[in-house]
């Protein structure tokens, strides 16, 4: 069974010497991962810029805006724009709407490395704003396929960035705490977590040596569609539910729909294929776990909920924008089986980013060297994106026509 997004091959975006630009936008990862990346890098960096007082405003919102937007925003539209086209069998992205769409990408993430986060969600706004819009009219006038049902949960996360990000813009909205809350729920986790879910049905089959995890047509498919449903109302329901009724209620639901959307998954490799790589060893051992307590740490530790966010953003999000990354860049370099060998240079980029999940982690439990472990935390990340950037250097413009 191939993924839908390698079928209705456009033959035009085969010749990258002749028509780059239109290449790229066919494929717009090649550009938005290896900015993400440079974006996470430079986020985290803002924190010890200002403990060493190098800094002349706060970090805290534009650290957090550029991680969830420039960063993780990256890997989600990155992936959305090469894939979805291509998952309903339509017109892939023209170069004006990616040219459009990757400098709204860059503006915003530089507004807010410079502490402009007004002008910087506006970008983002649009952003996401222009993505939908592209998405959308290819699915109500020229798709080929039926969308796939877990493509409900990425554009469920598309609206969540957006409903999130038009509330931060209209302060206006925020007269209580529970709207201000809301704002940061639904952009710092349902833009990512919606997504994830989604795109991790399809995806993590295959990392693990599996084919794609398409349902099949008929009784298969319908009730994929009304699981997605259901992950959907839960994930968003868990929003409410936590603000204007119980947090460890609202929690635990978010993380039951976590678990129900990537509870069928299957986590052991593929009989005969050998042992899993090491990048699918560590999305099944460290990002999922990590992601998981993430998500159901504050239950118990109401008190370090910054904390256990950053286990879920760095451990889980983070690492899985690699793992993930990586896979698209083998598949689309035709050095898919790549992904599955034993790598030092894939072990060393986990162990950076796992430590930095960890170290943060620790940060909070430990005052007497909170600042210390957070500017640890934030050199490892560093260190782990910048190992993975020069790693992938050669893939990102290495092409194959295949891409599965």
């Known amino acids: 069974m191939r993924f839908p997004a390698c079928r209705h091959a456009n033959q035009s975006a085969r010749t990258p010497a002749a028509r780059p630009l239109a290449w790229l936008a066919a494929e717009p990862f090649r550009l938005f991962f290896p900015s993400g990346v440079l974006f996470g890098i430079a986020g985290v960096m803002l924190w010890p810029l200002f403990y060493q007082g190098q800094l002349s405003f706060h970090p805290a919102a534009s650290h957090a805006r550029v991680m969830i937007e420039s960063f ?46 007004v002008w910087g969600d506006a970008c983002f706004l649009a952003l996401l704003a222009g993505l939908s819009l592209a998405l959308g009219v290819r699915l109500a006038m020229f798709r080929r396929e039926p ?22 813009l209209n302060p206006a909205w925020m007269k209580t705490t529970e709207m201000y809350r809301l704002a940061g729920l639904l952009l710092y986790h349902g833009f990512l977590l919606a997504p994830v879910m989604g795109v991790g049905i399809f995806m993590f089959p295959r990392l693990m040596g599996h084919g794609f995890g398409e349902p099949a047509p008929g009784r298969e498919t319908r009730n994929s569609w009304r699981n997605m449903i259901l992950v959907a109302i839960a994930l968003t329901a868990s929003f409410w539910i936590e603000l204007w009724v119980n947090p460890a209620a609202g929690l635990s ?88 060998h034993r790598s030092w ?28 472990h957070y500017e640890y935390a934030a050199w490892s990340w560093a260190v782990g994106l910048l190992l993975w950037l020069v790693w992938h250097a050669p893939r990102f413009f290495n092409k194959d026509d295949d891409g599965t």
């Open 72 to 117: 993780g925003g990256a890997f989600v539209l990155g992936f959305l724009g090469t894939a979805g086209p291509r998952m309903i069998g339509a017109p892939r992205l023209t170069s004006w709407e990616f040219s459009s769409l990757f400098l709204l990408h860059l503006a915003g993430g530089i507004c807010h490395l410079l502490g402009r986060n």
């Open 147 to 168: 969308p796939p049902p877990p493509l409900l949960l990425a554009a469920l996360g598309l609206a969540c960035g957006m409903a999130g990000t038009l509330m931060w």
């Open 253 to 340: 639901l978010r993380f039951a729909a976590f678990v129900a959307a990537l509870g069928h998954v299957r986590w052991r490799p593929a009989s005969g294929s050998g042992h899993a790589g090491t990048l699918a060893n560590a999305l099944r051992c460290w990002c999922l776990p990590l992601a998981a307590a993430g998500i159901l740490g504050p239950v118990f530790f109401a008190a370090r909920r910054i904390a256990f966010e950053h286990l879920l953003f760095v451990g889980g999000f983070g690492l899985l924008c690699v793992i993930v990354g990586s896979r698209v860049l083998f598949g689309h370099s035709g050095k898919v089986e790549r992904f599955h």
């Open 345 to 372: 240079m894939a072990r060393a980029i986990v162990f950076a980013i796992v430590v930095a999940a960890l170290t943060r982690l620790s940060a909070d439990f430990m005052p007497r060297v909170t600042i210390s």
